[in-house]
């Protein structure tokens, strides 16, 4: 497998811990109702940190009735809902390789005209594909206070909207309403 370096959480500007599985789920879903079509959203965490999870319950609030599921193995995985979904996981795609071959360049132009989201696993061998004017979010999941609990960290390029930032300074996310 590649080496796929993981960005520090101190490099992000906003933050917001959860707690379990279920609250990666609820933040994803409170984020994709501000999706509108056209983002593209970068995943970064070891192993098991989340980003499937977060992934499923991005696509749980865009109405999407198909299982997610990791595409470590199928590379890309595509999902209709409110709007249609690219899921991607570069984690077995070694430095070098060429994206068209997956069929990048048709998702980034379908993401462009609005048509579909992104959100990429493992997204280092993406960047360079992005360039420097193309807008993104960054998600860092790290581990949280409890062994389940997630600390997620928001970057953004050329920065992080407002209806963003918001969510991510909104606290804590239970695991139920009791709590």
């Known amino acids: 497998m590649a080496d796929h370096p993981i960005p520090a959480a101190a490099d992000f500007a906003f933050h917001r811990e959860v707690h379990g599985p279920a609250g990666t789920g609820r933040l994803a879903e409170e984020g994709s109702g501000l999706l509108r079509g056209g983002e593209i959203i ?4 070891k192993l098991g940190a989340g980003k499937t999870c977060f992934t499923q319950g991005l696509c749980r609030g865009l109405d999407v009735t198909q299982d ?7 590379l890309v ?15 077995r795609i070694e430095p070098g390789a060429d994206l068209m071959d997956i069929g990048v360049p048709d998702i980034l132009e379908q993401v462009f005209d609005g048509d579909a989201v992104a959100v990429v696993e493992w997204p280092d061998l993406l ?22 609990d997630r600390i997620w960290h928001l970057r953004g390029t050329p920065a992080v909207p407002e209806s963003w930032a918001d969510l991510f300074t909104g606290g804590n996310i239970p695991t139920s309403s009791g709590e």
């Not at 970068?42 to 965490?45: D, E, P, R």
């Not at 420097?132 to 581990?143: F, I, M, N, S």
């Open 77 to 91: 995985n595509s999902y209709s809902g409110r709007l249609l979904v690219h899921h991607l996981d570069f984690y």
């Open 127 to 148: 960047l360079p594909e992005l360039g420097k004017d193309v807008p993104y979010l960054e998600l860092l999941a790290t581990r949280g206070t409890g062994d389940d």
């Open 42 to 45: 970068l995943l970064h965490g």
């Open 68 to 74: 997610v599921v990791s595409p470590t193995f199928t």
